[in-house]
């Protein structure tokens, strides 16, 4: 993926620079196609065996089986909806967040979003009592999980408005944040009985097969209008790696940009994480395997990280199908159990260049 | 015509950097801002750009007050070009066309394509265009930074310390690349600079700061054995070496030195 060590080197620069676009679109591309790849391989996966082309009929109720009508449009193409919009929301926000706060590491769940989300799930299963078994508790979950990632968000955003905190700060108060809330929630878990725990672990493993139609239309209406506020600001995210002061005198308010921006990110975030549970690594994966490819130019660095934030979490999900399959192993656990080594591959392979802006 | 008038800073909590601080420099004009380590140079180039938010005090050009300007405005008449060169993992060519961000809407247009290509062809980077900046000389990488500034378009450019970190030929290459451009479009540069030499050669305009407040401004003449003393507190003569004014300092020490200071 190392792609511009050698091009610019003994070839002419101007016709160079126009490579170096079709490069950059042609990675984009790429992406795409390994997205559309895992998408069908995820619509074939499962008990259900049906030849592909009878599938991708199912998926506008063609089939000439009804029943392969009914998997496909209720169950399989939800699940790879789900994975695509949340995939793509996770990798975008990863990205800005990485842009705005000026740190490699920064992600939804080193912000404390995820641990404000299990803190608000166990809220709502241990002391509200709302089983995900009950009818309310399908609502009450992801909507008390939704306002533990924000209450972070907004403990977050306060400390950065009135303490004027730096980057560096509002990543390290992340950091504590989460340490509370992990807390909390473990006290609450001290208390909780078996059934109740048995619940909350199962959300925390993180779930693609429990979302609605409706889920994934609301999951893709925050996913599309933030991210077409980021890629709005591409340029801006630009001028951030040319440093703090050069970009205040491009024109742009740097604290406003950082803060908008950032809450808009833990909006997002939340709204996944509350739907589909936790999900690490793909966040902070997918814009430094894009980055690799592409360097540091938000203009094809944002799409790239939505696309392949989108890929990694569908090929974990079918990994997560597919490896004893008929039992589904948790999803969560696979993008942290993979990640993590793809994580590590990319810092060694990129070296400094990963991860240094 | 820039004018700064009365301009006072400090640091959140701290003492005043900047006292009163008033010049005004023609259209053309290239001003050095001099002075010893931590009497508020940068801090007064940062103040005149709005990075820092001067306590009081105004800046105008041609008397139009450029603290009202939004960022955006203030952005299309001035260029910051910072001491720090980033090393970022764009290419020449992503980074020049940030001096376009001001004149951005949705997207460039072809107009701001033009005027990048421009920028690179006066610095002489446009052959880099395809590099990423983090693959390039101190002396390039300034250079870009200077077309990125150039693609402004700016009426007045801000330099801070362009060359502390470029060899002898990069120093010269910089600062006469600064000065022609100042010639040839009227462009209003200020610098700050250490090197009173360089100053000298480059510079037709001279701000000396001392304790935060101007001690003097004005051409050449101001820089004399009085100045050189009471601002570095060397002993010092401007001497005329073969039609250049340079600095030659007496002693091999400055006062206080031997105190072990």
């Known amino acids: 993926m190392n792609l511009d060590k050698s091009i610019w080197e003994n070839s002419d620069t101007a016709t160079a620079y126009r490579r170096n676009q079709i490069r950059s679109a042609g990675f984009l591309i790429g992406l795409a196609v390994l997205l559309a790849v895992a998408a069908l391989l995820s619509l074939r996966a499962g008990s259900y065996d049906t030849p592909v082309l009878e599938l991708v009929k199912g998926v506008f109720g063609q089939a000439s089986d009804s029943k392969i009508n009914l998997v496909v449009r209720n169950n399989r193409l939800p699940r790879i909806c789900t994975a695509i919009v949340a995939g793509a929301g996770l990798g975008i926000t990863g990205c800005v967040l990485q842009a705005v706060l000026r740190n490699p590491l920064a992600s939804s769940s080193t912000l404390g979003v995820s641990q404000g989300a299990s803190f608000g799930a166990a809220f709502a299963i241990i002391v509200l009592q709302m089983g995900a078994a009950a009818g309310l508790g399908t609502v009450a979950i992801p909507l008390c999980a939704f306002a533990g990632s924000v209450s972070v968000a907004l403990v977050i955003l306060g400390l950065s408005r009135f303490r004027q905190i730096s980057p560096e700060g509002i990543v ?8 509370m809330f992990t807390g909390g929630t473990t006290l609450m878990q001290y208390f909780a009985n078996e059934i109740q725990l048995n619940t909350l672990v199962f959300w925390t493993f993180g779930s693609l097969g429990n979302t609605s139609w409706g889920d994934v239309g609301r999951m893709a209406a925050v996913v599309l209008c933030s991210g077409v506020y980021f890629v709005w600001k591409r340029w801006d995210f630009n001028a951030l790696l040319s440093g703090e002061e050069t970009a205040v005198s491009l024109g742009i308010n740097v604290r406003r940009l950082t803060l908008v921006n950032m809450l808009l990110c833990c909006l997002t975030a939340s709204v996944i994480v509350s739907y589909i549970g936790l999900i690490n690594f793909i966040g902070l994966a ?3 395997a894009v980055r690799l490819a592409v360097g540091n130019n938000h203009v094809y660095l944002l799409p790239g990280s939505a696309i392949a934030g989108a890929a990694l979490l569908l090929l974990g999900d079918l990994v997560a199908r597919m490896a004893i399959s008929p039992v589904i192993l948790p999803i969560g656990a696979i993008t942290s159990f993979l990640g993590g080594p793809l994580f590590l591959y990319l810092l060694f ?9 | 015509m820039l004018t700064v008038e009365n301009v006072s800073c400090r ?18 004009r290239f001003l050095a801002i001099l002075g010893n380590n931590g009497v508020g140079k940068s801090t007064l180039l940062k103040c005149i750009n709005k990075i820092l938010t001067p306590v009081s005090g105004d800046v105008r050009l041609d008397g139009s ?28 060519h992503d980074i020049v066309m940030l001096g376009r961000r001001p004149y951005m809407r949705w997207g460039f247009t072809e107009e701001d394509h033009r005027i990048v290509h421009e920028a690179m062809d006066r610095l002489g980077v446009s052959h880099l ?31 801070d310390e ?28 200020v610098v700050v600079i250490h090197d009173l030499n360089l100053a000298l050669r480059f510079c037709d305009q001279f701000l000396l700061l001392r304790q935060g407040m101007v001690y003097r401004c004005g051409g050449k003449e101001i820089l004399d054995r009085q100045a050189l003393k009471d601002v570095y507190k060397v002993d010092a003569s401007v001497v005329d070496v073969e039609g250049h004014s340079m600095v030659i300092v007496d002693a091999d020490e400055p006062d206080g030195m031997d105190a072990g200071l």
Request: proline share 5%.
């Open chain 2, 129 to 159: 265009r395809g590099r990423f900046l983090s693959r390039l000389s101190g002396g390039e990488r300034q250079k870009v930074m200077l077309a990125r500034a150039l693609a402004q378009q700016p009426r007045i450019l801000l330099l």
């Open chain 1, 286 to 288: 997918a814009p430094h």
């Open chain 1, 349 to 357: 392979k990129g070296g400094k260049r990963s991860v240094d802006g």
């Open chain 1, 172 to 179: 390290l108060s992340g950091v504590a944040i989460s340490a």
């Open chain 2, 162 to 189: 362009p060359t502390s970190s470029l060899d002898i030929q990069n120093q010269y290459q910089v600062l006469r690349i600064v000065q022609n451009i100042c010639r040839a479009d009227g462009i209003t540069a």
């Open chain 2, 65 to 92: 007050d450029l603290f009202r300007l939004p960022g955006r405005e203030l952005a299309r008449k001035i260029a910051f070009v910072a001491q720090t060169v980033p090393s970022a993992q764009m290419t020449v």
């Open chain 2, 11 to 28: 640091y959140k909590g701290g003492p005043e950097i900047l006292n009163q601080v008033s010049f005004s420099v023609e259209d053309g």
